[in-house]
């Protein structure tokens, strides 16, 4: 039976992450990179796919937290006959790749379990497993390789081959402590020098701290705030500047379904409004990281900008199957790759052009060749706007005129106005005014329904979408214009499913797919917004504290939530959720400010 998601905890070297069950598993890593392929693949299959364990043998009584505002994590685990803690973290890259894993003895005795099982590849390659000398007489040391991969495990005590696997059973007394760790090299390279747990530790603590101290938010749900930076933060590659959707993929929308996709790439859009977060709170350096890599990866022809991008700039994301994984909760297929990488979506230059105008805004200097890649997106946009296009929600039935989509259109021209206007920078912005007038008429004849007085997802359609909650925010409408009010109505009335908002209605076919799926939370972290900018603040508050109240005990939220099983569903932790839980609680902070004035 799978783990339930919100069972996991995840720490990451903002390179690539683990997923770590609250029963002690290591069930998913990529390494060295969140797009590799896992080595621990248990998450997708079965223990037989890859994890490392370290649980005790007795029932426990469990509790975790992260050590203040940083991704140490700490397990402990209380039987009848003592208590231990796990500390499990990652620390920061700087061009190596390591898990730590600590296991202390706080009272009494406590047996442990303890299984090893590396597959590469996902889970299908089964790697040559050694043992060698390690640098210390009291250091113990395991190598794994295939292929190009090799893995070294050292330990003061590691456990032994037991038909394909490693198995050990030890007890730990008070006061006792054992040390773990995995580091990945190239299989070609020379074995790594074992690292100085004690001084890491501090070191990953200071960094991660140090950087959350930084932060300026001090409205309501702050601690929920600040985890979701961390959160982004960690899902933000710190060398090469790209920010990922989430560290895994297939962790299912609908379980059993096939509703099942890769989130280990970067999204232009997702990033965008990532950066909108942080620069929020003071985070400008992550920015100009950002920046850089989005130049370099959307460098070239205009026409061949795509909606998402490898962790390194790569645009090559053909999507594939692993029939070798029987998929989180029987969920199949198992896809790595992303076939939505070829998509047309209008609405990610409005994302783009949003962000790095609030970059401006900020203080950080355009640069000439940033400055010089919007210019042509730009005018690329302004030849193709009219187009139909596959949407926000990656829609893989045929392409429509998305209402959202447009709306995105107008904010990339009036981003692009602003940045004449207000900071001086050259390009045609006569024409570039027109454009954006003449995208808000169509806007307003074609995607509104007079009838019901609201919005509608496509200009062919009644239905609504609850990506039309971002209108106001973005500045295409009033917060207090009767169609955006009749919008919110019409998204409670077509898409709350037991409080929660979903992203359409599935019954209606658009997407192309089989299955339903539950409702999302950043659609629901829309609506508080929504709801505070409209000054509806009663029904924000109540709608923010029962989300809030979903996040796992260590702070993490998914993509959806089951609100009837009452658990967590599609990938894990995902970013769209958190940047936009920071948002609403911004919101819902400016709401009741302005209500108290």
Request: negative net charge.
């Amino acid at each position: 039976m799978s783990t339930p998601i919100e069972d996991y905890a995840v720490v990451g070297d903002m390179r690539t992450a683990a997923l770590i069950s609250r029963d002690g598993s290591v069930d998913w890593l990529c390494l060295p990179k969140f797009d590799s392929p896992a080595c621990f693949a248990a998450l997708l299959g079965r223990p037989e796919h890859g994890r490392w364990l370290l649980r005790p043998t007795a029932e426990s009584r469990t509790t975790r937290r992260y050590r203040d505002s940083t991704f140490i994590l700490e397990t402990t685990h209380e039987t009848a006959d003592g208590t231990i803690r796990v500390t499990d973290f990652m620390p920061l890259a700087d061009g190596r790749a390591d898990l730590i894993r600590r296991v202390e003895g706080i009272s009494g005795a406590v047996e442990i379990e303890h299984e090893w099982i590396v597959r590469f590849g996902y889970g299908k390659v089964r790697p040559w497993v050694f043992r060698s000398e390690g640098h210390a007489r009291d250091v113990e040391v395991i190598q794994a390789v295939a292929g190009a991969d090799m893995v070294v495990m050292r330990g003061t005590r590691l456990p032994r081959a037991d038909e394909g696997r490693h198995l050990d059973r030890f007890t730990v007394t008070e006061g006792e402590r054992y040390d773990f760790t995995l580091n990945w090299f190239p299989s070609w390279d020379q074995v790594p020098e074992p690292l100085d747990i004690d001084d890491r530790a501090h070191r990953t603590y200071a960094e991660q701290q140090e950087w959350a101290d930084r932060c300026t938010y001090e409205g309501p749900y702050r601690e929920a705030v600040v985890r979701s930076l961390l959160v982004l933060k960690l899902l933000t590659d710190s060398l090469r500047g790209g920010i990922v959707a989430a560290p895994t993929t297939s962790l299912p929308e609908d379980f059993g379904g096939e509703r099942n996709w890769d989130y280990r790439y970067c999204w232009l859009r997702d990033a965008s409004l990532t950066l909108e977060s942080l620069l929020e709170y003071g985070y400008l350096r992550s920015t100009e990281l950002w920046r850089a890599w989005l130049v370099r990866a959307v460098a070239g022809d205009p026409e061949d900008m795509q909606i998402m991008y490898a962790v390194d700039g790569g645009r090559e994301l053909p999507e594939r199957t692993l029939d070798h994984l029987p998929g989180y909760a029987g969920s199949t297929p198992v896809r790595v790759g992303n076939g939505a990488v070829g998509q047309t979506q209008q609405d990610v230059l409005g994302e783009v052009m949003i962000a790095l105008e609030a970059a401006r805004a900020a203080g950080i200097d355009e640069t000439e060749q940033s400055w010089a890649v919007q210019c042509e997106l730009l005018d690329h946009a302004g030849r193709h706007w009219q187009e139909p296009d596959h949407g926000i929600w990656e829609i893989r039935g045929p392409r429509r005129h998305f209402t959202h989509s447009r709306v995105m259109v107008w904010a990339a021209f009036d981003r692009a106005v602003r940045g004449a206007e207000e900071h001086g920078l050259p390009g045609p912005v006569d024409q570039w005014r027109a454009t954006r007038d003449a995208v808000r008429a169509e806007v307003l004849e074609r995607g509104y329904d007079p009838e019901r007085n609201t919005f509608t997802q496509h200009y062919d359609t009644t239905e609504v979408d609850a990506s039309l909650l971002v209108m106001a925010d973005i500045g295409f409408l009033p917060p207090d214009d009767p169609r955006f009010l009749g919008t919110i109505r019409a998204v409670e009335e077509d898409l709350l499913r037991d409080g929660q908002v979903l992203r359409y209605r599935t019954s209606s076919g658009v997407d192309g797919l089989s299955g339903d799926e539950h409702p999302f939370l950043a659609c629901s972290f829309w609506l508080v917004s929504a709801y505070a900018e409209s000054g509806q603040l009663d029904k924000a508050r109540d709608l923010m504290d029962r989300l809030v109240g979903l996040c796992n005990d260590v702070g993490l939220l998914a993509e959806e939530h089951d609100p009837v099983a009452g658990r967590m569903a599609g990938n894990f932790p995902q970013a769209l959720s958190h940047l936009t839980l920071i948002a609403a609680a911004r919101e819902l902070a400016r709401a009741e400010r302005d209500a108290a004035r």
